[in-house]
């Protein structure tokens, strides 16, 4: 996950409509109450809205979001030392330790992703990561020997995990973690849970532009969301949403910028250097996690390896912005058009 940046990034997804206090809708509770609560959570800005039969529910829901956002944090962040990541991360090739369920679920939920998609989603990416923030401060290219072996330590399948027992175990030499294309998914999906949990009956969950929309709004009418134009300020598109998540991925806010060019800081695994096609990616999908994971994925994949593969997936949908201002260029999976709203 990253630091705490000294400005924050810009939401690429924008909740557009005011929460009306109404009778209808979301779980037709009487005169429910709504909440809403901005924080700047995981390197990045959160914004959390709850619904719940009264004021002090919502208001709890809220805190049991932010909550479960700090506990994924001092979990998986790799910026503090003493989270489980940086734990596994310290440890020696072959060295194991027992992670928490939470830990384990997101370490599993990327293995299955990356065996999904071909190795084009793969948490050891880290020592490939690091390289090109190193070349960015040095605005230097890496040389192809430091490439290479690089790309010689990263591989998702040398990181061993023992469902029964949740052990995990290094299986190479410089192995490094880094659950930056993950967690951010996870922690809106456990923050989903425990506001549910907490009495909320409807939620939007944003964390940094990825977002949870649980339910409806108070009104009764889905969650009205804007998606950020890549190349321009105000939005290229709006989605009407119910109980499902979106994310998009993307270089316009993070890149490493050496010799004047922009590099993108998704890297593809298996070249070991940063992607250059897509620019924004915005993938609709049933949960936090699945909608993280895929941005990420199709913004490693062509456009074309995307859209074939997005068939496979039910419940995915994908819409890609490449191109620049002049000519944005666009594509979306069929299924896409159906939560777009005027
Ligand atoms: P964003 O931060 O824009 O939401 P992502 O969800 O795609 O973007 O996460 C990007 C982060 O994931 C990178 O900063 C890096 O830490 C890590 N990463 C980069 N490339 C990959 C990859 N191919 N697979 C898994 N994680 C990646
Ligand atoms: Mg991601």
């Not at 002090?56 to 506990?71: K, L």
């Not at 910026?79 to 992670?99: C, H, K, M, Q, W």
């Not at 070349?135 to 995990?161: E, F, H, I, Y």
Request: glycine share 8%; aromatic share 6%.
């Amino acid at each position: 996950m990253p630091a705490m940046h000294a400005s924050l990034p810009h939401s690429t997804l924008t909740f557009l409509a005011c929460i009306v206090l109404s009778t209808a809708g979301c779980g037709k509770q009487p005169q429910p109450a709504t909440a809403r609560q901005a924080r700047e959570v995981m390197g990045t800005l959160a914004e959390v809205t709850a619904v719940a039969a009264d004021q002090t529910t919502a208001r709890a829901a809220v805190e049991a979001a932010y909550a479960a956002f700090e506990q994924v944090n001092s979990l998986m962040s790799d910026y503090r030392d003493d989270t489980e990541i940086s734990r596994l991360n310290a440890l020696p090739a072959g060295e194991s330790f027992v992670v928490s369920p939470e830990t384990f679920f997101v370490l599993q939920r990327s293995a299955e992703v990356s065996q999904a998609s071909g190795g084009a989603f793969d948490v050891t990416c880290r020592p490939l990561v690091s390289l090109w923030k190193q070349a960015g401060k040095d605005n230097r290219l890496p040389d192809q020997a430091a490439l290479s072996n690089t790309v010689a330590v990263v591989g998702w399948d040398n990181l061993k995990l023992d469902p029964q027992s949740r052990r995990v175990t290094k299986g190479v030499a410089g192995m490094q973690i880094d659950v930056g294309a993950i967690a951010k998914g996870y922690a809106l999906d456990l923050a989903a849970e425990r506001m549910k949990a907490a009495g909320a009956t409807c939620a939007l969950i944003d964390v940094g532009g990825d977002l949870v929309a649980v339910g409806t709004q108070a009104n009764g009418g889905p969650w009205r969301i804007g998606v950020q134009h890549p190349f321009q300020s105000g939005l290229i598109i709006k989605l009407a949403l119910t109980d499902c998540a979106v994310a998009t991925s993307g270089n316009q806010q993070r890149f490493n910028l050496i010799e004047g060019r922009r590099y993108s800081h998704i890297v593809d695994p298996r070249t070991g250097r940063p992607v250059q096609q897509a620019p924004s990616v915005t993938v609709i999908a049933p949960d936090g996690i699945t909608a993280d994971t895929w941005a990420t994925v199709f913004s490693v994949l062509s456009v074309q390896e995307g859209l074939a593969k997005a068939k496979e997936l039910p419940g995915i949908e994908v819409l890609w912005i490449w191109g620049d201002a002049d000519q944005p260029q666009s594509a979306k999976t069929p299924g896409f058009d159906h939560y777009i709203t005027p």
